[in-house]
């Protein structure tokens, strides 16, 4: 996945927090992502550590790529 975004290929939703699994973005973020500014996605991506550990959810390694 490109550096700018922190999506590590697990899109799986928690239901109790409504944050993916794997990077710790909301839907609209998620949905969103691609028409965002640079700046904007840095600075989601900046949160989404403490978010992570606030939410007690562990991040998910990424998933292997197919042959």
Known sequence: MSKETPCVAVCMIDPRTKL???????????????????????????????????AGLAPIAASPKRA
């Not at 973020?29 to 991506?45: F, G, K, Q, T």
């Open 20 to 54: 993916c699994f794997g990077c710790g973005r909301t839907l609209p973020e998620i949905a969103r992502w691609h028409a965002m500014e640079s700046a904007d996605r840095l600075a989601v991506m900046a949160l989404l550590p403490a978010r992570m550990t606030e």
